[in-house]
């Protein structure tokens, strides 16, 4: 059995400067750094890098950013079969200038990432068979989110949906297709339309969710941890304290932990510790699949925050987290 990971795969190219340029001005940069990324891709590196059988469905461009990010991939240890290598169009890429000061100017190339479509959900349908779950972010086209989820419905596969980049209009008939959404403050606040800045709104954001056709939300807080909910229980996790360097792809970190904590049949608390713990990591490290953990590290990281290694013979009460039953909030 395996996890599958639809989406998109990106090479980023950034660049950092003293500063910002204005309209029309040239600037000398420090450092220029090229990394493989894209929600899709990381997400399935920070599933195979915790040791979980892993394949990803999508498209690069027949370019060198395309063969590097297949390489990249396969030497994470993601299956990489179907990979479609488009040739008519890019591999998407993502330029980033980034200041002294952390501020940052992007321009996203979507390429093959904005090709995925029928055909693609077609390859997908053929091995969900194999599979436990099925991953989905928003960064290729909607309509093949939407149908992937419905295959992956039929076939009765756990569907685990990040709704990144943040989006006010996902169609209401995706919701009940999935089974985990995992949305942070800004993304759950754009999709229920009010503020998300705590535990109390967060519980209200998933609460709607709920009422919307997902089975959990899972809402998560940055520093101040993640709270999540599904129709029987709710809970919070705390946030792990760490030094962090770098946020990029800690959401995907969780998402990847998330899945495979679920994949090695731990409990739905369990899950999100992990997914809180891999997320940590990755934020102490910079770059987005660079980051993330591999499973000696974040085995350690358990250890010592006193959570041993995380396998399924602990069982539930194994965690100091570990919460008493709340009762669910309404919604409005």
Known sequence: ???IVFGSIN???VATTS???VAGETLLGKDFLKIPGGKGANQAVALAKLGIPTHIVGRVGADDFGTELVNNLQVSGVQTDNIFVDETVSSGVAIITVSDT???QI????GANGRVNQEDVERLSHFLAEATALLLQLEIPLTAVVAAAQVARRANIKVILDPA?????LPDELYPLVE????NEVEAA???GFRVDGEEQAAKAAAVLLQRGVKCAIVKLGTKGVFCATAEERFFVPAFSVHAVDTVAAGDAFNGALAAALFEGLSLHQAVIWGAAAGALAATKPGAQTSLPDRFTFDAFLKERGMGIGSREQGENSSPLHPSPLPLPNAQ
């Open 11 to 13: 090479i980023d190219l």
């Open 165 to 169: 980049p943040a989006q006010s209009n």
């Open 107 to 110: 321009v996203v190339i979507p």
């Open 102 to 104: 952390g501020e940052n």
């Open 180 to 183: 985990i959404i995992t949305p």
């Open 19 to 21: 500063r910002l340029p």
């Open 190 to 192: 754009q999709l229920v």
């Open 1 to 3: 059995m395996s996890i």
